[in-house]
């Protein structure tokens, strides 16, 4: 990957600050007043016990958690007796397809009782777009619940046309999603510039952008710049090429992007 570091914080140091995307007034509320921030939330990913036992810690100890705004819980790889009673930070909770990353090969049903279990206790759920269809009773109880939803794809052998990543978009949007995530491999900068001309495009609903692969880290601050709403990173230990660890985001985030 070419793209360099020192052209992008020129530009950012030398331009306008970028209009962050706000929600629709219509939306599901739960993660609403977070999303309306200045700049990027920051996501701290859960995926193993070693991720739960810092946040055992952190739950006595609330400054180890310092910049990170969001939890995420991946049901599809945690020991589900270890999650915590109460959390500390919203929760973001998924339970991953099999084919966009999940563990444990599990079915649908069982995906689908995994996330009507985190409904009590979960701010929004992460269901991927490929399963919106099936999912979509447990779609209108996230509602009924005012749950923010957020519909997802994940591709990890390369990034899709931006007419294709629009079209995964506007489908998001038409089966309900209040944000749209999407995670693609990067292979050259194209693919980096398709990821950047999504996240200022005028979607349906606001855009959560980011890279994997080698270039990852550098894409998620990219893209932090450019407006996506949420910015991930790992608890524990990393989960995909191209994470940061989500206690040093905020202070990089603080560094590079506009006041």
């Keep these: 990957m070419e793209i360099s570091w020192l052209r ?94 999940g563990a444990g090969n599990l079915s649908q049903l069982t995906r689908q009782a995994l996330l009507e279990g985190a409904l009590p206790w979960a701010s929004a759920l992460d269901i991927e777009l490929r399963s919106a269809h099936h999912l979509a009773p447990l779609i209108a109880q996230a509602h009924q619940q005012e749950k923010t939803l957020i519909l997802s794809h994940h591709d990890f052998e390369a990034t899709p046309t931006l007419p294709m990543l629009k079209k995964l978009a506007s489908k998001a949007a038409a089966h309900g999603a209040d944000l749209f995530k999407v995670a693609t491999t990067l292979r050259d900068r194209q693919d980096l510039q398709r990821l950047i001309d999504l996240q200022l495009s005028l979607t349906e609903i606001p855009v959560v952008a980011m890279g994997m692969g080698a270039a990852g880290r550098f894409s998620r601050i990219v893209l932090a710049g450019f407006g996506t709403p949420l910015c991930y990173g790992w608890l524990g230990s990393p989960q995909v090429p191209g994470q940061w660890p989500a206690l040093e985001l905020r202070e990089i985030l603080g560094e590079v992007l506009p006041a």
């Design 8 to 101: 992008f914080m020129m530009v950012m140091k030398t331009t306008e600050p970028i209009a962050r995307v706000r929600t629709r007034r219509h939306q599901i509320l739960s993660l609403q007043p977070l999303l309306r921030a200045a700049t990027p939330l920051v996501v701290g990913t859960l995926h193993d016990p070693l991720g739960l036992k810092f946040l055992t810690k952190a739950v006595t100890g609330p400054s180890l958690l310092k910049g990170v705004d969001l939890l995420e819980a991946r049901l599809d790889s945690l020991p589900l007796d270890k999650l915590p009673v109460s959390w500390p930070l919203p929760v973001i909770a998924t339970a991953r397809h099999a084919g966009e990353g």
